[in-house]
DNA sequence: AGCGTGACTGATAATCATTGTCAATAAGGA
DNA sequence: TCCTTATTGACAATGATTATCAGTCACGCT
């Protein structure tokens, strides 16, 4: 009977996420922090490990390794990014048809529950005018 | 005029790189011991990463956020995997027409210098036996 | 074949992201 | 308000990867 708990430092991490970017947790951490909040960094991973979890959260795994997170639409399912290698600012793509493509492929080779990551990455206008500038 | 050198370690590290699965940079390692080799851990770190960089190797990064390496098919430039999340063993696929779509998109978008990341995974049949046996 | 130089190696320390620990705190139902 | 216990935060611990650095050896040159 052990619901889970609306706590200050989880309603701080809720608003922080609501934005564009994928960020780590590090990074969200010290964002909240700037912004005057005092949650620790454990939390901040937990938060997001849960909420990603329940699916409330995307989270990808970055080329580096980090895990990077960004809130995302409500109800939505299943979606891909592109996303900016520098800010990490990303927009959500459309796949057509790749999810029963993943399918075929998979009983093809009889692999069983399948998952699949598809990511887009590259330099997004603003970033690429600042290195240029 | 400094060229890279055939050290008894790198071939050693080809040599096993010779299979169809993907493994981190430990478990190659721990490979090589348990055939005799006395190969360092940072020996192998670094030859795979410069053999991920010439392109001679296959790099991925897993959920878990290692990287995960596997000698690739000479002279493929470009190409995804489906990859059993249990044992590493992989199988190459062709995804048709994803190369152009990425570029679409991308410029859609404004992002330049795209790249990009497809992955599937499941549970091979042999690992799925395994888990049933 | 013998030399010399600098790329390569391996043991180990250092780094970085992430997770575990545990006493103190505070949600939220009774 | 009181109690139970989920949650927090400072810090230690872990695990993967990278940096250090003295010793080694590949290989072009003589």
Known sequence: MTATRMTRQRREILDALD???FRSAQSWHEHLRSEGSTVGLATVYRALTALAD???VDSVVSESGETLYRR???GEE???HLRCRVCGRAVEIDVPSFESYAAAIATEHGYAEISHTIELTGVCPACAARDRG
């Open 19 to 21: 934005t564009r970017d």
């Open 54 to 56: 329940a699916g409330e």
């Open 78 to 80: 299943h979606h891909h």
């Open 72 to 74: 995302c639409e409500a």
